[in-house]
Structures are given as structure tokens and as C-alpha cells.
């Protein structure tokens, strides 16, 4: 049983009525008879267990985006249902209206429009709605939670979507589908064509000569059908965060830029997500699919506190192909130490494939570090004898900020030298703020299509 406000205001008049009239028999009565009227309600009102729930919504909804969907709630009793019905859906859901007041006469269904606004990603369920049957004079209800399960998988936002577009313009130059030709790109063979001044020779078909009674050569593509492994890092160096967002979801995005631009080159495309054991896999994903089954598996992907099983990479990419495909590692090098697992797996990747790693800045450790010059002139000349003037608090707050600054230097310098290590190792490193690795990737990519080293 619940009790609305009305009943509420009722037994706030009987408290009136004693003050007024100065004796509490009369609010004793007026309390008793407000008690009967709500019981009275109780047994008027619908039963709550002859309610149906349906649902009409969407299984996905992109993260920061709004999904509409329709609650229908079915009468199947005798009475007329005046009711107020609450999804139980968790708050990240976003879910609105929060509470739907209803009126269904016995027999029929009415429908109430909702909304989703995720906040967050991930798989989003709900075990039953609420349902708060009142009764005809609206002062107490019947109230029941009906078991009506639902599930909203809850995908990565994709904002690095806007480099998509320049992206692909770029590789229909290196598939010769623009004006702009490419000469000496590409291993796959597109066409035959009559030889011109400058061809290279060993391009000359003699079979096709033979038959035509003319020379002609044969032309060249970047490859396709080549294999593209996204590793993505799901260990305790996703779970860093960087300008108020976890390092996880910056990998997230560069592999759905990556996957949509290598699907549409005709790539295949596999994901795996791991951190001490892998968690997630997505085999050959296609240009048609690889954004909606990249953007489910993601979406289940959380940052845990295990180290990352680097040296378990080698053996899942051979699980997905033997042939040379490129391998992105979506991690961060940050010291020798916390990537020095990473690093010992590089050369046995690199002997085999095209190895791109990359490795996440925060630019607040980077504006730190450009005031170090800054602290150096404090060494010099009349500056030092105005520090010496300055009061002992103000004099303690800068020497904290010169360590600052010096602690910040040092993380960037042992940033390089894993950077340089891992490309002495073979692997090429790109290094960019959270905003800028997705379409550095991409661009890797597109590199490495243009040289035939896929």
C-alpha cells in the first residue's frame, strides 16, 4: 500500500483542526475517517498484477545521443487502472520521463512516449516496472513491480566520425578512383593499359602483347583483402585518465576510426580487447558491420587493475591470420618500467607484421613542463635577489611548483625514450593527445596502404 499527497493533506487539516478548535477529538475523528476513505481506495483500485508491460525500443543507443522509445501498459482487469508507472532503469540510462501517469479503462492499452539519454556506455538493464494502482478518490494505491526484463547495449560514442570523410578521400587516391593518379603504389593487379614513355619495363605484360600486337603493361593497386588486427588495451593503463576521460575510451574511438576506414578499403578487420586474458574478439568484421559490432563488443569493455598479457599478443594474432597484416597496439608508452612488457613482445610482432603503437599525452603534464624555463631564470641575476624578497609561503608555493614542472619534464623525457625504443624495435610510435591519436592512426594506416608494407 502507498499513501499520495492528498492523503497527506488531509491528515494536515485534522492537525488544523485541533489547533483551531483547541481539543483533539476532533482531529481524532477527522484522522479516522481520512484512514477509512483511503482504505476504501485501496480496494477500489485496480490490481496491479492484471497489468501488462510492453516495450517498444531500440537494442542500441549511441552514448551522448537520444533514442526514443513507448512504454505500453495493457489493462486486463475489471477496473479502470489510474496509475502512476516507474521504469526501473538505471539512472546512466538517461531515461525519461522518469515517472508516466496513466489512465486505462478495464480491457484496453494506452501508450506513453520515453526517451533514452545515455551517459554512459556499457550493457543497461532493467528486471521490472512499478506500478502504483490509486483508486477512485486518488488518496492510496496498490503498488507492485512486474517482472518485465529488458537490455539497452549502450555504444561508444564515435566522435572521431568527423575524420572519416578526409580519410577516405584519401584512400580512393591510392585506389586510382579520383583524378589523382598514383604511380608505383600497390602490389595487387587492377588493369591492363598500352604502354607509355616512362613505364617501368617490368611492368609489361607479354601475353597480352602478344595478343594485342602492341605492348601493353599491366597496372598496380594498393591490396586489399589484407588483415587488420586492433588490440586494444584493457588493463590498468586503460583506466589512466586523461583530461577527465579514461585513456580506454581514447583507444575506443581510434579503433572504430580504424575499423570503419580499413572495412571500407576492403580490409578485414579483427578486434581484440585484452588486459591479463583476452576479454573480447570480433573476427573478418566487414564494411557493412564493423561499426555496429565494434561499437557492441566496446561498449562492454571497462579498464581493470590486472597488468596486460603483452606476451599473449604474438599468439592471438597468429590465431587470426599467418599471413603480414598490421597490428595496432592501442595502449600508452609511458616508462620503461609500466611498458617494458609491451616493449619485450615488439620485436617478435614487428619480424612479421606492421606494428603501429600508440602512446597517449596529457596536455596538462605538457603545459607543466613548458613553464620549467620559467623556473630555470630563477638562477640568474636581479630575479634571484627578488625571489629573496618574496614571503616564506609564496617562496614554498614556487618551490613546489618548480618540482612540479621538474616531475612533469621527466615524464615526458621517459615518454621519448620508450617511444625511441620501440622504434628501434621496428614499430612506428604515434604519440598525440587523446583528440589527435584516432586520425593519427588513421593516417598510419594510410601510409603503410600507400608503401605496400600491408
Known amino acids: 500500500m502507498a499513501i499520495s499527497g492528498r492523503f497527506v493533506a488531509l491528515l494536515a487539516v485534522g492537525v488544523a483542526l485541533v489547533v483551531l478548535l483547541g481539543t483533539g477529538w476532533a482531529g481524532l475523528v477527522w484522522v479516522g475517517v481520512v484512514a477509512v476513505a483511503a482504505a476504501v481506495?485501496?480496494?477500489?483500485?485496480?490490481?496491479?498484477?492484471?497489468?501488462?508491460?510492453?516495450?517498444?525500443?531500440?537494442?542500441?543507443?549511441?552514448?551522448?545521443?537520444?533514442?526514443d522509445g513507448t512504454l505500453v501498459v495493457a489493462n486486463d482487469g475489471g477496473r479502470p487502472l489510474r496509475a502512476v508507472v516507474r521504469d526501473l532503469w538505471e539512472p546512466s540510462t538517461g531515461y525519461a520521463p522518469s515517472r508516466v501517469r496513466v489512465v486505462v479503462p478495464a480491457?484496453?492499452?494506452?501508450?506513453?512516449?520515453?526517451?533514452?539519454?545515455?551517459?554512459?556506455?556499457?550493457?543497461?538493464?532493467?528486471?521490472?516496472?512499478?506500478v502504483r494502482a490509486f483508486g477512485p478518490l486518488g488518496l492510496a494505491a496498490r503498488q507492485r513491480v512486474l517482472p518485465a526484463p529488458a537490455e539497452l547495449v549502450?555504444?561508444?560514442?564515435?566522435?572521431?566520425?568527423?575524420?572519416?570523410?578526409?580519410?577516405?578521400?584519401?584512400?580512393r587516391e591510392l585506389d586510382g578512383e579520383t583524378t589523382l593518379q598514383l604511380r608505383g603504389h600497390g602490389t595487387e593487379f587492377d588493369s591492363l593499359r598500352e604502354y607509355v614513355r616512362g613505364d617501368d619495363v617490368r611492368s609489361i605484360d607479354w601475353r597480352a602483347t602478344a595478343r594485342r600486337q602492341d605492348l601493353v603493361v599491366r597496372t598496380w593497386r594498393p591490396e586489399r583483402d589484407r588483415r587488420v588486427v586492433v588490440v586494444v588495451d584493457a588493463g590498468r593503463v586503460g583506466a589512466g585518465r586523461v583530461e577527465d576521460e579514461p585513456r580506454l575510451d581514447t583507444f575506443i574511438e581510434s579503433a572504430l576510426l580504424l575499423g570503419a576506414l580499413a572495412a571500407a578499403a576492403g580490409d578485414r578487420v579483427d578486434l581484440v580487447v585484452l588486459d591479463d586474458r583476452v576479454r573480447e574478439r570480433v573476427a573478418g568484421a566487414t564494411r557493412t558491420d564493423v561499426v555496429q559490432r565494434f561499437g557492441e563488443t566496446?561498449?562492454?569493455?571497462?579498464?581493470?587493475?590486472?597488468?596486460?598479457?603483452?606476451?599473449?599478443?604474438?599468439?592471438?594474432?597468429?590465431?587470426?591470420?599467418t599471413s603480414r597484416a598490421f597490428v595496432v597496439l592501442l595502449s600508452s608508452?609511458?616508462?620503461?618500467?609500466?611498458?617494458?612488457?609491451?616493449?619485450?613482445?615488439?620485436p617478435r610482432l614487428t619480424g612479421r607484421h606492421t606494428v603501429?603503437?600508440?602512446?597517449?599525452?596529457?596536455?596538462?603534464?605538457?603545459?607543466?613542463?613548458?613553464?620549467?624555463?620559467?623556473?630555470?631564470?630563477?638562477?640568474?641575476?636581479?630575479?634571484?635577489?627578488?625571489?629573496?624578497?618574496?614571503?616564506?609561503?609564496?617562496?614554498?608555493?614556487?618551490?613546489r611548483d618548480v618540482h612540479r614542472r621538474a616531475?612533469?619534464?621527466?615524464?615526458?623525457?621517459?615518454?621519448?625514450?620508450?617511444?625511441?625504443?620501440?622504434?628501434?624495435a621496428?614499430?612506428?610510435?604515434?604519440?598525440?593527445?587523446?583528440a589527435d591519436v584516432p586520425p593519427l592512426v588513421a593516417d598510419a594506416y594510410l601510409r603503410a596502404k600507400a608503401a605496400g608494407r600491408l
Open 407 to 424: 616531475a612533469a619534464e621527466r615524464t615526458l623525457l621517459d615518454a621519448d625514450g620508450v617511444a625511441d625504443v620501440a622504434r628501434r
Open 154 to 171: 549502450v555504444t561508444p560514442p564515435f566522435r572521431s566520425r568527423r575524420h572519416l570523410p578526409s580519410r577516405l578521400a584519401r584512400l
Open 426 to 434: 621496428g614499430a612506428e610510435v604515434v604519440r598525440g593527445v587523446p
Open 333 to 346: 608508452l609511458d616508462s620503461v618500467g609500466a611498458s617494458g612488457d609491451l616493449l619485450a613482445v615488439l
Open 107 to 130: 480491457g484496453e492499452r494506452r501508450t506513453a512516449q520515453v526517451r533514452f539519454a545515455p551517459f554512459r556506455r556499457g550493457r543497461r538493464r532493467t528486471l521490472g516496472v512499478a
Open 41 to 67: 481506495d485501496v480496494l477500489l483500485a485496480a490490481d496491479p498484477g492484471r497489468v501488462r508491460i510492453e516495450r517498444r525500443m531500440p537494442r542500441l543507443a549511441r552514448r551522448g545521443t537520444v533514442a
Open 356 to 399: 603501429v603503437v600508440t602512446s597517449i599525452t596529457d596536455p596538462a603534464v605538457t603545459d607543466a613542463a613548458r613553464g620549467r624555463t620559467e623556473a630555470t631564470a630563477l638562477r640568474g641575476g636581479p630575479i634571484v635577489g627578488r625571489v629573496a624578497r618574496l614571503q616564506a609561503g609564496a617562496v614554498g608555493a614556487a618551490g
Open 298 to 321: 566496446l561498449s562492454r569493455a571497462e579498464p581493470g587493475l590486472a597488468a596486460t598479457d603483452w606476451a599473449s599478443v604474438p599468439d592471438a594474432v597468429a590465431a587470426v591470420t
